[in-house]
């Protein structure tokens, strides 16, 4: 049963989680105004899924019980299902700034090829446990928060030196029929609104902390959970052209003795596996990333050239100005280029999934990362400097200023100087306001801090393979690839053609 | 009189502008919470006049007149003049994040110029009038608004071509006693909060545009003005560590038909010095918002500092939280070189005051403009991501959720939760939340948009001294200077004493 | 039939150009000592075809023969032949610095897509004509030489206005049998020892200089061709540990009065069609540079990581050289992944190839045009200084020094000094040495210059469509694509298997 | 006594130094072809000690003394010393490329601090004997050769750590008329056409290494040391527009057992003050690195003009093109301000001389070291791409060709093509040749590589100034400076006047 964003929003109400916003109870998640935007922001995800164009995008077909699922649920089997997720998370966030649910499919994805790993490893029946809630949630169309970064505490120690044990989320108790975990994560998307948390670890973790390598899912109300969320977006912010409508609520999530039972449970203490868990998670999410900033930069390239026309001024003839433009095309669709060249040389694993490029994947998020100031300062550079003075929307309607402001602050003729307001404060909203500073944040923190991509990228890179072809070059001016080349090809489509061998094959055959 | 910033803000009271904000027609500037935070800015250029420890920076005696009179009221007459005056625009907005005043400073002495230019060229009177002004501003120690930025309409159209004169203020009428004006300046700094506005134009005009021309004084409440004007900072946001406090309002002036007699008048037609006008405001003013964010970059490098530590970090042993620290400070302390160098090596003006050396102050500002942006991200860098999730005030004093985030939200032991809380919301207010925004936009913007320091900057190059050197290496294999070092040494200081010969000399001769 | 290295440098034997290097006359090019290392670059392209690791690369079947020609000659049919081209090319050149061939590849594909055009607007056979030559030149295995940029004199002036025609190749007469060309390339590569050249305009032409809009082919030995020509890399340089085995000629060619029978000729003053065959003819090549410089990024990182092995650094302990060879990874595979998402995203040509997305290979191009400086950079980041000092190859055998450098020049206990010597003159080699400079220059302007790339960019990118997002959202909050997702199916591989819509799908409906 | 260049070059055959190039030994090295380029270079600081123009900048008066010695020998007494060096080393680099005699200045003011610092610490008479060898070395107006850079061996290892103590200059033997050394420098300027080498150790080093804590002077052909020498430039290439004439040898000194009296011993185990040593050396050479690179930009900058000229190109209508030239302008006028700052915020030392600021120095060094690589990128971009293809200067006098060249290789009518082609060359040898590569290494790693300066950079920021700073904002909401600022006044020239307070005061009060 595929949702709509209506009946979405209807479903939340058969969940009474324990939220708090601004120091206040939440009431009805479905009706709390100050959470709207976040939950129109996932309903796109739903509504998508059934218009025609862009049911292509939302819908895929699983694998493992031939269902025809939301793409933001869906394991991955080839590399244009991970083209086709890319486009697809672009889609939903062009138009929501951030749709939060790919979430939900990076943990899927990442859960289920850890899940397969430690079952190999232990002789554990995760993954068991994981196909049949994975149907479910598919079955029920939900969406998942993951509630994987810790509080963390003093970072200079590991989980178990902590002074508060709490402030990484650990398994207190073992019990016959489950576990019961305690702590803290700090930063969770989209909390309020989801249906149940994936609680994942966030770092490899050591033997004496296998407690802290805890994996499973609960409901969003079960007894001892709660949220101390932030509002989502710019709600009920007259100015807020976009983020009235659209935004993200982030929140803490506290969990104070959660029982979970074993169905759930996903990891609980294979520490080893942990590393691996949070990587592929880590991974996927990544390659989503760069989709989803694309998409924030489609809403800057389409407001900036209205800004541009707005003000008389014309790319074709203003070169300073189509460099900015370019600039912020080339940030966003070089960063997008990681993201498809990560799906044609996706990595299959054992599990019988794909697994994006890890280098693409993190050399892409890196570079929107580190980029989207680069991208504030192209669409402050075409905007001009109006958004600094120009008065809100109460000004709009005071008859003593109105008719002046409208005579003057018109730019080209044919452009009405409501439009133009309308602009600069779809463009202040993006790049000026709260929201804009919590996209440079998020996109340079979310998914990993750009430390953690760099040794990524590092640990990947095929790195011996250029060293040997340095080494035979300076000891006999010639290269014999021998066998580097011809091994392991990726899978383009269902119908099993080949796309061409792995870039970086040394790496991928292992 | 050196007043405080206390007896500045009850100077306020002698005035009635009519003022809006967000719709509602402002009772009482002095009284305004809205307007608070843009006092307080200002103030501190009232108040650091008179503590010890800043005295020599805010003071400085004029030479026309002998009289002590506040820094950001005085004509530069030597190099030391200009350090000691980037120095307090410095530490004044290392304080306040904006403290506005220097735009009073920037205008005095760019008119001071430009009048005695006019009258040279044209035989007015102008620079006597504008004397007589001056040491009327200094006495009374006034903080001047520059309304210069004019709405423009559409720009690919000079002002005389625009459907609406309005857009350009211009010389609607000239009367026996003065002159009337008529238009609106787009983005005017501090606008409620002034004693006087001072009109200037903001770019050349052809002889047909003669009546764009003018500059004048007028009282902040002559009658016909109307300022549409933002909140300073975020006053009443209890989140807003620093900007509830201080803050920059930027508004709207729309003047409409309003008389200002002739001895109020510094330019009423002379469309050649318009250009030399708005070109030496803008040289000083550069070089002013150099000194104003570098104090932004203090700002961010001490909050970062203590934000690292507070996560349990080291920069010594973090080497790339060290590097995202030495950015702030390389990015900071470059530009602010620049700021120095063009101190250093400024040029003197017929009309007896030295004016920055405009290569090294537009680089400066060019610099500041474009990496404002990479200064946020590095403050992010080294402030990690718990900011997005980061609840909000209102949440301190829930009872049911203050013991848990209090135990885990916290980071190194001993910095206390709630040390981290106010690092953060201080690190969210300068670079989060819409302030930030307006610091990034105000910084590529204000003064001048970088293409105008691109044109600036080649315009006033020696280009030709190089090529001359090129020219003889490439015919003679040697290099012979001639009369070119040795002329118009720069003066340090009131004792004569020389500094080195100008860095550029083919243009500093001229 | 596909000629190995060693056939393609015999029979270069079979033509007879007149080549000058260094003022004297070549007698035989196939035993130039200083064109050797040219040939053993293209000589590559050629081996690799017949080895095992490599021969998927290679080789391709031409639709239109059904043959198995070498994938330098072949015309793109699917993306999956566009992503195999890019590895090729790649893989040649990370063995050869520049295997240069790909130019023949680019110029086949761009005379393929013009000629049809070009008949479908004037009723031509330049296409019939064009097949018959491909085909022969396939079954032949030629490399065939791109003469296209024009010497251009005067930058200011069209062709016509130019005070000497010369300074641009152009139809002097028009014979029965064909036509006479004259005047000057300015920079071919790999002039010398290419078995033809193809002539090609370099941009769009005005009517009134259609006999500037010239393409057609013409065997190096014709009459009337003379090559002005570089050494090929650093032939006879003991130092040169790269580029004395493999670099790459380029030369001037002036063509005095040569005359080119008719079917040898595919454009003949079509002045419109002289612009899209420039610009189909720059995609393609633009495309195959991404996959050039990839190969340069390889040789080094592997260089760069066996010098900081030699000299006792190890990236997973030293950050900041960890995160200069992140740097290179980086910028190598970002824009190494705008070439794989060009082939992914390709487009469908009428006459039944497919070209490279023009945005993805412009943004890739520009990227490596700009990053080249940054990969020196990083390179000799990692390097350290020594190479400044590094004695020459002359002193290695020097008795009076040569156990003191021995004992004092190594580095790491079992890396032997000969070894690290070896090592840093690769390095110096590539990034310090004259052909170090070459790589940046014909990076930055080969292909296009900048500003050329960007202004393609922003030429095909669909800004309406972004404009056509925003507008929905200003005026309804929310978007409907109505039919922009869905058509036109890029074409994976020869199974007809469908990729993912066109990224860009208003532009490649057009 | 104040020689000339000729001079200079004479005074060379008092000394037989054993110096080998390419494997052979130099007869005469004031008469060796492969050093002359060198040799001018050097030569430029000693004419232009004569000429009126450049009188000024490179003499100065030796406090100690009241002699007027060469700039280069001098130490500095006032922010406007300097001032004057940054100046007078920035005109002879742009002459010369790299004048490298300031070196020896570099040198000289760092021991002279380093010396006083040690008899304080110790009850030394290191200074006096520095003092008499100074005034000695100014008298004969010598030039010295900085030998620092150990050979370092396996950089993972203490020098005492290391198999052979070779890799590090040391003490071998004290006798009692002075020290027998040992060991080899790697990179030495200019080594064999210096009178005398200042030894000076690269690092701190731990007290169980003392023996490498040494500092001493010895001539250049003292017993035992062999010189093994790059040539200078590319002396004898007829293509080498500029550094056939300028540039610049580096060379390994070997140091086999060379005896020194004492009273050219300086330091020598003085552990802790080794650290000093190189630091206050490394500061003075950081800040002349500042001028010498800005020089560099001068020679880019006019070759760059003319190259744009002779194309046909204005700046002042193609954008790009301009914006490229800024490009230069910027970087080299921002780092060339990092210098004037760091002179006028001068540091007292204890000695009687004034250093640098620290971190003004090591910014502006940094930024040098990193955007070298974008100056040439700039420069490559109005130069256009004819370089690739240029004939070489032995094309110029072939009959065959040497007419159609002439006739199509010019530009823009009035620039001749041989003006072309000497410009094209001259920006070759700048930027494509390996003296070219060589800038940009010597850039990098010279005088530090750039984690040395971010290390600097980050030691001596007075950050707790800024953290003080921040928390008196938070908790009190404004600042009270204290009594930080008013200490320490620079001193800006003989006559005492005072410059700004120092910028860093918490630092400078140390």
């Not at 493992?64 to 997720?85: A, C, F, P, W």
């Amino acid at each position: 049963m595929l949702m709509t964003a209506e009946e979405y929003r209807e479903s939340l109400r058969a969940y009474d989680p324990r939220v708090f916003i601004n120091g206040k109870r939440v009431e009805s998640v479905a009706d709390e105004p100050l959470l709207r935007p976040g939950i129109n922001g996932v309903g796109v995800t739903y509504d998508f899924a059934h218009q025609p164009a862009t049911e292509r995008l939302l819908t895929a077909t699983q694998g493992s019980s031939g269902k025809v699922v939301n793409r933001m649920l869906h394991i991955n089997e080839t590399s244009q299902d991970l083209l086709t997720k890319l486009e697809a998370v672009r889609t939903v966030c062009k138009v929501s700034g951030c749709a939060q649910r790919y979430l939900s499919h990076d943990a899927l994805n990442g859960i289920f090829q850890s899940t397969a790993l430690t079952d190999a490893n232990h002789g554990t029946d995760y993954h068991q446990r994981f196909m049949a809630y994975l149907h479910e949630v598919q079955d029920r169309d939900l969406t998942l928060g993951v509630a994987m970064t810790d509080a963390k505490g003093d970072r200079s120690l590991r989980p178990g030196q902590q002074e508060n044990r709490d402030v990484y989320v650990h398994i207190k108790e073992r019990r016959p029929d489950g576990i019961v975990i305690r702590g803290t994560k700090a930063i969770v998307t989209g909390a309020p609104y989801m249906h149940e948390f994936l609680v994942m670890p966030c770092r490899t973790h050591l033997p004496e902390d296998a407690d802290f390598a805890v994996c499973c899912a609960v409901p969003i109300d079960a007894e001892g959970i709660t949220i101390v969320s932030k509002p989502a977006g710019r709600p009920n912010e007259a100015a807020a052209k976009f983020s009235a409508t659209y935004g993200q609520a982030t929140g803490v999530v506290i969990f104070d003795d959660v029982f979970v039972p074993h169905e759930r449970v996903f990891q609980a203490g294979e520490v080893e596996e942990a590393g691996f868990m949070t990587t592929s998670y880590a991974t996927h999410h990544r390659h989503s990333c760069i989709g989803a900033r694309a998409g924030f930069g489609d809403l800057l390239i389409g407001a900036g050239a209205m800004m541009i026309k707005a003000n008389g001024l014309d790319p074709d003839r203003h070169g300073h100005i189509r460099d900015a433009m370019v600039d912020l095309i080339t940030i966003t669709e070089s960063f997008y280029a990681c993201g498809v060249a990560a799906s044609v040389y996706c990595r299959d694993d054992p599990a019988g999934s794909v697994m994006p490029d890890p280098v693409f994947s993190n050399v892409g998020k890196l570079l929107l990362a580190t980029k989207i100031y680069d991208m504030h300062k192209a669409a402050h550079y075409v905007s001009g400097g109006l958004i600094v003075a120009l008065p809100g929307p109460d000004e709009d309607h005071n008859p003593e200023t109105r008719a002046s402001l409208e005579a003057v602050l018109g730019g080209r003729g044919d452009v009405p100087m409501e439009r133009r307001m309308e602009i600069s404060r779809f463009l202040e909203d993006l790049t000026v306001s709260h929201q804009a500073g919590w996209y440079s944040l998020i996109s340079l923190h979310g998914g990993g801090s750009p430390e953690a991509m760099k040794r990524e990228i590092w640990r990947n890179y095929p790195v011996d393979d250029n060293v040997d072809l340095v080494s035979q070059l300076i000891d006999r001016g010639v290269y014999d690839m021998g066998q580097k080349v011809s091994k392991q090809p990726g899978r383009c489509c269902a119908k099993g053609c080949e796309v061409p061998e792995p870039l970086l094959p040394g790496k991928a055959a292992e």
